[in-house]
């Protein structure tokens, strides 16, 4: 298929959902009943729903085949064996933990290992990372490459870690580091990848300091695909063998399922440490339930376990990354300042680059991200000062970045659906200087402030 221009989906389409195309005037409607925060919205009401890829994707045939097998025993459940083969096929960890879905993972390890005075680096932690670090007390420091920081450039490997400043800081408190985290691919970064060259680089530093290296790693097979087109010595690699490196650098992983499971619902926490193990097997059982299950459906558990197959598939793999692609480059194309190299799972628009008569603190990620459902019903989300710049102790600074993400559910829309989107979104940036900003009404929640705030558009 190489010598063809046209991106073809690797499937066919079984059953289709209706979309329900709204007029301006009523999504304006609906914008204000949610207080202008598109989190808020009815899903009817968004004709292109790019809010986010967890979650979101079309399971396959197989997938619900699968489900089928789903046995519900409470404990020892076979169906808990298919996703536990599964899951170490690709990450051989001892200890693998089910949980309903990623942030139930972060939530466990983080109450067990973190805490007042403690320190997580992270090449950039996503918004439920940082919060479920923050909420014990510890600290979430930031370290990706400067390169990352820069929307506009480019380079191979922008979700890489920055190792000299890992170094300085462990130099000078490793006693306070539980963890260092690394996350493949790097979300808050723009989607972008970490080259097996920066894993083992960090594997070094950390095994100098005696810390542990755990991976957030919810897009691993994306990671393993850029992996494989963008580094030296890697192109005749299989991707589950490029994904079984990266583990094995790892003493640990979070995951959500939601993404490179290819399931609706699901993640787990695994790890090699036996002790670390007991206590967050402990923790799981007061707030997720038994081992065996984790808060997870014995359906649930068989449809990851079958998206753990379909998800390391090259053909799959070679069309996700492509139409994303397709997107930022038709993007790019007319003018539109979006991060390059292009991620995986989502284009981001540089709203900060496109509006820069909005200041950071008015966010301008908000505006754009408004202005696209409003004109075309696009449901995008703010990457910027509304998510990551309100401050464990209330004050407010502007974010590294503001962008917009219009992250692309797996499987779930055609080429048409992504020329409409290019449509609309060449339409706003032509006419971006008449975006206004927006205040965040009091008040405020102290966590994760983007998914429920409620917002007030400047005059």
């Known amino acids: 298929m190489d010598r063809w221009r046209t991106i073809i989906e690797p499937f066919r389409i079984h059953a289709v959902e209706p979309i329900r195309l709204t007029s301006r005037a009523e999504r304006l409607r609906a914008i204000e009943a949610a207080d202008w925060n598109l989190f808020n919205l009815h899903a009817d009401d968004v004709v292109i729903d790019l809010l986010t890829d967890s979650g979101t994707g079309a399971m396959s045939r197989d997938q619900w085949a699968a489900i089928q097998h789903g046995d519900e025993s409470y404990a020892g459940s076979p169906s808990w064996y298919v996703f536990l083969e599964a899951v170490q096929e690709l990450f051989p960890f001892r200890h693998v933990i089910p949980t309903h879905q990623g942030r139930a993972a972060e939530k466990i390890l983080f109450s067990v290992i973190a805490g007042p005075g403690k320190i997580v680096p992270n090449n950039t932690h996503f918004d439920t990372t940082r919060a479920n670090v923050e909420f014990t007390g510890a600290e979430a420091v930031d370290l990706v490459i400067p390169e990352g920081r820069q929307p506009a450039l480019e380079h191979p490997f922008k979700g890489n870690m920055d190792v000299?400043?890992?170094?300085?800081?462990?130099?000078?408190?490793?006693?306070?580091?539980?963890?260092?985290?690394?996350?493949?691919?790097?979300?808050?970064?723009?989607?972008?990848?970490?080259?097996?060259e920066n894993l083992r680089a960090v594997r070094a530093v950390c095994d100098r300091y005696g810390v542990p290296l755990f991976l957030d790693a919810c897009r691993f097979a994306e990671n393993a695909w850029f992996i494989k087109t963008r580094e030296p010595g890697q192109a005749e690699r299989a991707i589950p063998d490029i994904v079984r490196e990266m583990a094995s650098l790892a003493d640990g992983m979070t995951m959500s399922a939601k993404k490179d499971g290819l399931a609706n619902i699901g993640g787990w926490l695994a790890m090699n440490d036996d002790g670390l193990a007991e206590r967050c097997r402990n923790l799981l059982i007061l707030t997720e339930g038994f081992p065996t299950y984790g808060g997870l459906a014995g359906r649930d558990l068989e449809a990851i376990a079958?998206?753990?197959?379909?998800?390391?598939?090259?053909?799959?793999?070679?069309?996700?990354?492509?139409?994303?692609?397709?997107?930022?480059?038709?993007?790019?194309?007319?003018?539109?300042?979006?991060?390059?190299?292009?991620?995986g799972h989502a284009v981001y628009i540089d709203a900060r680059a496109l509006l820069p008569h909005i200041p950071p603190l008015e966010y301008p990620g908000q505006a754009l991200a408004?202005?696209?459902?409003?004109?075309?019903?696009?449901?995008?989300?703010?990457?910027?000062?509304?998510?990551?710049?309100?401050?464990?102790?209330?004050?407010?600074?502007?974010?590294?970045?503001?962008?917009?993400?219009?992250?692309?559910?797996?499987?779930?829309?055609?080429?048409?659906?992504?020329?409409?989107?290019?449509?609309?979104?060449?339409?706003?940036?032509?006419?971006?200087?008449?975006?206004?900003?927006?205040?965040?009404?009091?008040?405020?929640?102290?966590?994760?402030?983007?998914?429920?705030?409620?917002?007030?558009?400047?005059?």
Not at 168 to 184: G, I, K, S, W, Y
Not at 382 to 398: K, L, N
Not at 435 to 451: A, N, S, T, V
């Open 164 to 196: 000299a400043a890992l170094e300085r800081l462990l130099a000078e408190r490793a006693a306070d580091v539980p963890v260092v985290f690394v996350t493949v691919t790097n979300n808050s970064g723009g989607g972008q990848p970490v080259s097996l």
């Open 370 to 459: 408004v202005a696209l459902y409003v004109e075309g019903g696009i449901r995008g989300c703010e990457i910027g000062t509304v998510m990551f710049g309100r401050r464990p102790d209330g004050s407010e600074a502007p974010a590294p970045m503001d962008l917009v993400r219009l992250a692309i559910p797996r499987r779930t829309y055609t080429q048409s659906h992504v020329d409409y989107v290019i449509e609309v979104v060449r339409w706003v940036a032509e006419r971006a200087s008449e975006l206004r900003g927006y205040r965040i009404l009091e008040p405020q929640p102290p966590q994760l402030r983007h998914f429920t705030a409620r917002f007030q558009p400047l005059a």
């Open 306 to 343: 079958q998206g753990l197959r379909e998800v390391v598939e090259e053909d799959y793999l070679r069309y996700r990354i492509r139409s994303t692609a397709y997107l930022g480059e038709a993007l790019d194309a007319v003018g539109v300042p979006v991060v390059k190299p292009f991620g």
